[in-house]
């Protein structure tokens, strides 16, 4: 069974996105999306509390910490500056689309109030810059970013890669985009003569679908075609009508629903509110990721002393290893050399 573009089970055989991990880990209903958001919200300000009570007693409670819609907001700021950047350094769609879902997947895993969307930001592109083939040197890269060091950037990357869960392969509208152009291209409804405006509309719209939750709600392909039915209704519904007879209507309201999202939130965040948001957001960050605060060297002695642990547990396993006797009845392999009495049992006179 498999899910067809209504989302309903299908008895055809399984796609090759359904088998990926962007379909397995990274996809929500609203419901489920807006749980986990408030969820790794209030675990933060729980934790951010608790820090700055550990290094002032009753500091915590004058503090207005951010709440789950806030730190949206101030990651969507930075999704808008990705698109800037990418058309900067010259980078190809699919680093900027990358790069968008790297950020966007971080901070369902991390928060704000440690890791400033600046920064992170910087560090997806660089990142999706690798994971698409499109490499570029830090030296080079940060050279045209103001106030920007390599550290910056090679400080978090195995931060991210960690939080992304090391699935760096992502499925993208605009490639579904492609794909179903492509196929429509053999339809009645279709002209040629209105073709690449029509095209390059609804990549537009894509385009704006990055600045919502969309791709973790819907799949690529449905995203893709609600953007062409937005510019081209009837080679939207011709192609619907093919694709998928039986189900139709049940299509054509997930397109709707998309549609909706792009509408309402693929618009930028207000930017008096997001400076407001910065501004607390400076007050309220983990103790323990200011450098020099108590915090933070409580923290670091804390990461030092573990690894100083496991260092010293390590060293205390290749001891006992180089002091054990080779040749003695327990030693590693021993048993794969027979005594003197199984020797003989295998080799009767």
Known sequence: MTAGLNGQPS??????YEGSTQFRHWRFSNTALAKLRASQNADAVAKIQ?????????????????????????????????????????????????????????YLRNTVMDYHPKNVMLTAIFLAAKTSNNPIGIEQYVHSIPKTKPADVLDLEFL???SLRFE????????????????????????????DDEYGQALERVRASRMTDAELIFTPSQIALAC????SPAIAEQWIDLKSPNSADAVMETVSR?????????????????????????????????????????KQAEIEAEAARKRAKKAEGL?????RDPFADDAPGATLIPTESQYAALNPT
């Open 160 to 162: 991210v890669a960690q």
């Open 168 to 195: 760096f392969t992502v499925w993208h509208a605009h490639r579904a985009l492609w794909g179903i152009w492509l196929d429509a291209q053999s339809l009645s409804t279709f002209n040629q003569a209105t073709a």
């Open 228 to 231: 062409l039915h937005s510019v």
């Open 258 to 298: 998309i549609q909706e999202i792009i509408d309402t939130q693929s618009g930028p965040p207000d930017l008096a509110m997001v400076k407001d948001i910065d501004r607390r957001l400076k007050i309220c960050t983990n103790p323990e990721k200011v450098v020099g605060s108590k915090a933070y060297l409580a």
């Open 11 to 16: 008895a055809v055989k399984k796609s090759l």
């Open 319 to 323: 001891r006992a290893t180089m002091d």
């Open 50 to 106: 608790n820090a700055f009570e550990d290094e002032s007693p009753g500091s915590s409670s004058a503090i207005q910490f951010l709440s789950a819609d806030e730190e949206y907001l101030l990651v969507k700021l930075y999704i808008s500056k990705i698109s800037q950047l990418c058309a900067h350094f010259r980078f190809p769609e699919e680093v900027e689309a990358t790069a968008v879902s790297y950020l966007k997947r971080f």
